[in-house]
């Protein structure tokens, strides 16, 4: 049955495909090339020691190529008179502070000089030698984020360490978005450690620990990290918006999606469904974003059970998935995805459910933008019109295979021979009645040839309103009917007479 809906709808998605290309297990993203976040930061790091090899060998090449230019000129340069002797003694400082400009323009150095303005527009420090004070936290998130910490043993250790980086992210504007989600990345690992070799708790108490840290920092970082200018996100988001918006003319039959919206359960559950993942765009906390996906996905999964009676598939997931998405047109989309990836906590969408279903909408998404008529059976010239905007004319019915088509045939001979055995059972009704309509004329012409009373047409009597008469007694017998007549009256009989001649 799966292999069927495949080759109809072409959509169809493997397990094995939604976990890391490296194999570790974990569940992949199509943001980091198919790898979890471990192995792609593991990749980034080989692919950034690789470039900053390549970064000196081109700074030691540039170098050694000004110091042969410079030898070049310094050899075939007249000579200079003695007061020019100064100028002279400062060529070679000149010649390592160039060497040294060069260096130090492929360093990897993360260290940045403050900046005047930071990520939340608020005034920043003067010149002057007082104390810098960064921006004043978000009133809830800080007071909830000191809420939970006081029960804990290390809970000032936690909030001081948060909120000594959550400042220092503010004074790295210059740097690149991907570059501070591994900042990010790095202080949940290391943080992450702490809580498991010094704090010693159990995993779930360092998730719920994490989650809360996330949504301090994320609370207080938003503005300044989604959606950032420095990046095309926009350009993705209204490309895909623009693209949803044009196949609008996509039906749940065209993706196979095993939901019956007639049903008012299942049409409350696609609703909901739609709801949800609109709202993810309105939620400030990566794990916020990611329990509006899940919620979402829930609801799709209760459509489907309700639609067919028994548990969903993950062959009937995706495409109602898909279809979800193409009616709500999320907004921002791109914009969610690439934040949730670059700054939720990685145990999140590397496994359990809420990564499980993340990748799945990331899934959908991409099999929206590569959305073509092969995926939805149907010829490419009739995806294009709908997607310009004309109707199609009606596709022709497929053509059955020959063992249908000969059972077609049978059904239509026989049909056509019990039509024919009608006609000669009408046939045969109308002979019979010609022949007692003839029979009964031919009895009338004889009696009356006869001169006998004409007889009358058999056939039931007349029906009569009221009730029936009154049945009459019937005539006596008369004598000569009888069989006690008095023979001694009657004259004797004649006797027959022989005469001789």
């Not at 959550?166 to 989600?181: I, N, P």
């Not at 704090?199 to 989604?226: A, H, N, T, W």
Request: with cysteine; glycine share 6%; proline share 9%.
């Amino acid at each position: 049955m799966t292999t069927q809906r495949f080759e109809r709808s072409g959509i169809h998605l493997d397990q094995s495909e939604l976990l890391c290309t490296k194999g570790c297990g974990f569940y992949g993203n199509a943001a980091w090339r198919g790898l979890c976040s471990k192995c792609w930061r593991d990749e980034n790091q080989k692919d950034k020691q690789t470039q900053i090899q390549e970064d000196w060998a081109l700074a030691e090449r540039l170098q050694k190529e000004e110091e042969v230019a410079y030898a070049s000129t310094h050899q075939t340069a007249p000579t200079q008179p003695p007061a020019s002797g100064r100028r002279e003694e400062k060529k070679p400082k000149e010649k390592a502070s160039k060497v040294k400009t060069v260096a130090k323009l492929f360093s990897t150095s993360t260290k940045t000089p403050p900046k005047k303005d930071h990520i939340s527009g608020e005034a920043a420090p003067g010149s002057s030698g007082g104390p810098r004070h960064g921006p004043p936290d978000p009133d809830q998130a800080t007071r909830d984020f000191i809420d939970f910490l006081k029960p804990l043993r290390p809970g000032r250790e936690i909030f001081k360490q948060c909120r000594a980086f959550t400042e220092s992210m503010f004074y790295k504007r210059e740097l690149g978005v991907e570059e501070l989600s591994e900042c990010v990345q790095d202080f949940y690992q290391k943080l992450s450690d702490y809580l498991h070799t010094q704090f010693k708790g159990s995993s779930e108490q360092v998730e719920s620990v994490m989650d809360e840290v996330e949504r301090y920092m994320m609370s207080r970082l938003y503005e300044g990290v989604f959606c950032p200018e420095s990046t095309d996100d926009e350009d993705k988001d209204l490309a895909i918006q623009k693209r949803i918006r044009a196949l609008h003319w996509v039906t749940m039959e065209m993706l196979c999606v095993p939901v019956d919206e007639e049903i008012p359960e299942v049409s409350d559950s696609v609703v909901k469904a739609i709801t949800d993942v609109i709202e993810m765009d309105s939620r400030r906390v990566p794990q916020q974003k990611l329990a509006c996906i899940t919620r979402c996905s829930k609801h799709i999964f209760s459509a489907i059970r309700a639609t067919k009676g028994e548990p969903a598939s993950a062959d009937d997931f995706l495409p109602a998935l898909i279809y979800t998405v193409l009616k709500a047109n999320p907004p921002r989309l791109q914009s969610n995805i690439q934040y949730i990836t670059r700054f939720c906590s990685p145990s999140r969408i590397m496994s359990g459910e809420d990564g499980y279903y993340f990748t799945n909408l990331c899934c959908a998404v991409a099999f929206i933008e590569k959305l073509d008529g092969r995926s939805l059976n149907m010829s490419s010239e009739d995806f294009e019109l709908h997607m310009s905007g004309q109707t199609p004319a009606p596709p022709r019915p497929p053509a059955p295979p020959p063992s249908l088509q000969q059972v077609q045939s049978g059904l239509d001979l026989l049909t056509g021979l019990g039509v024919r055995q009608e006609r000669v059972m009408e046939g045969a009704r109308r002979l019979e009645s010609d022949l007692i309509d003839w029979s009964q004329d031919v009895e009338h012409r004889v009696h009356g040839a006869l001169g006998g009373p004409p007889l009358e047409a058999e056939g039931p009597p007349p029906a009569t309103e009221g009730p029936p008469p009154a049945t009459e007694a019937p005539p006596a017998p008369s004598a000569i009917d009888a069989d006690n007549v008095e023979n001694d009256l009657l004259p004797p009989p004649l006797l027959p007479q022989l005469f001789a001649g």
